[in-house]
C-alpha cells in the first residue's frame, strides 16, 4: 500500500506538493473548507476545516506525513487571530506524523545579508514578529516538525504575490509592470515546484526533522531581471517601473493592503538573498534553472488564463 499523505490548504504550494506526491504514486487526502482541489486518481478531497479537531484528528489519523499549507489573509492581525490556533490544532492531531510547514524569509532579523539556515530568526512586531512565534512553537512541540522556508515564489498556479498577477499577468497583458522599492537590488525568487519538492524531501529525512531548511533556490535576481526573463520566454517586450516607495509609506497611515505591503518593503530596498546550499545538499535537490522556470510558468498561465496571451 502507498503512504498517506496529508495536505491542508490547496493554494499553490499545497497544489503542488499534492500533485507531486500523487504523481510519485502516493495516497493523497487533501483537506480544504469546501473539498476543492486538483483531481487526480491518487487524491482524495475532503471538506474539513481545521479548527474542526476532531474532524482534523480522523482526517490526518494513519498519516506518513502532514503538509501544513493552509494560511489567512495576509494581515498581521489575521495572523496573530487564526496562524497559532491553526497549527496548535495540527500539531496536536498530528501527533504520531511529522507535520511539514510551508515558511517565509520574515522572521529573520538580519535581511540585509544572505540568510543561510543558520542566519538568526528574532524579528518582532507585526507579521514578521508572528512568523518568528510561530517557528518558536514549532520547535517546542512534542510532535516533530520540519519547517522549508522559501522567498517570494512565483510558477504556476501563484497569483497573488510580487511575481505573480503583478509581474506574469502584467507581462502577458502587454502593460507596465511596477515593482516596490528598487526595480535593480537583487532580491531571491523561489518557484513553486522546487518549494514543494522540498517539503516532501524533508518529510521522508527523519535527520532534518526539527529543523528549518531552505527550498532551492537558484541566484538572486532583479525583479527587472525577472520581469525580463518572462518576457523573453512569452516572446513579448515588458516596461518596468517602479512604484514609490513614499506611496506605499503614506498609504500605511490607513488600516488596508497598502499597510501591509509597506512593512515588507525593506525586502525590496536593499539586497534580500536566500542562500539554500546547505539544505540542497542534505536533500539532493537543486533547483530548476530559470529559463526552465519560467518557460512553464508562462506557459501555465496561457492555459490557464486564456485572455493572458502576451501576444501584441
Not at 503538509?67 to 494581515?75: E, I, L
Not at 504520531?96 to 510547514?101: G, Q, T
Amino acid at each position: 500500500m502507498s503512504a498517506l499523505h496529508v495536505i491542508t490548504g490547496a493554494g499553490p504550494v499545497g497544489r503542488t506538493v499534492a500533485t507531486q506526491l500523487a504523481h510519485a504514486g502516493h495516497h493523497v487526502r487533501l483537506l480544504t473548507r469546501s473539498g476543492s482541489g486538483p483531481r487526480h486518481e491518487n487524491i482524495e478531497r475532503r471538506a474539513v476545516d481545521v479548527h474542526d479537531e476532531s474532524a482534523l484528528r480522523a482526517a490526518v489519523d494513519g498519516a506518513t506525513a502532514v503538509y501544513h499549507c493552509a494560511h489567512a489573509a495576509y494581515s498581521a492581525a489575521a495572523w496573530a487571530t487564526a496562524l497559532p490556533a491553526m497549527e496548535q490544532a495540527v500539531l496536536r492531531a498530528a501527533a504520531d506524523s511529522v507535520v511539514v510547514f510551508p515558511e517565509s524569509l520574515y522572521s529573520y532579523s538580519e535581511p540585509s545579508r544572505p540568510m543561510t539556515e543558520d542566519s538568526p530568526r528574532a524579528a518582532t512586531g507585526g507579521k514578521r514578529g508572528m512568523r518568528t512565534e510561530l517557528l518558536r512553537a514549532r520547535q517546542a512541540s512534542a510532535t516533530p516538525t520540519v519547517s522549508v522556508v522559501a522567498s517570494d515564489f512565483f510558477g504556476p498556479h501563484v497569483h497573488t504575490a510580487h511575481a505573480g498577477d503583478r509581474m506574469v499577468g502584467a507581462v502577458l497583458a502587454g502593460r507596465t509592470v511596477r515593482v516596490m522599492g528598487s526595480a535593480d537590488q537583487p532580491h531571491s525568487f523561489t518557484y513553486v515546484p522546487d518549494y514543494a519538492g522540498a517539503m516532501v524531501a524533508a518529510a521522508a529525512r527523519p535527520q532534518v526533522w526539527g529543523s528549518v531548511l531552505h527550498a532551492p533556490t537558484g541566484p538572486a535576481l532583479t525583479q527587472r531581471q525577472l520581469v525580463h526573463a518572462l518576457a523573453e520566454a512569452a516572446g513579448v517586450p515588458a516596461t518596468v517601473r517602479t512604484l514609490p516607495s513614499w506611496v506605499l509609506r503614506a498609504g500605511a497611515l490607513v488600516p488596508g493592503s497598502l499597510r501591509e505591503l509597506a512593512e515588507m518593503l525593506y525586502q525590496f530596498e536593499q539586497p534580500f538573498v536566500l542562500d539554500s546550499r546547505r539544505s540542497e545538499e542534505l536533500l539532493g535537490l537543486a533547483p530548476t534553472p530559470l529559463t526552465q522556470a519560467v518557460r512553464e510558468t508562462v506557459a501555465w498561465w496561457r492555459t490557464e488564463q486564456p485572455n493572458a496571451t502576451g501576444r501584441r
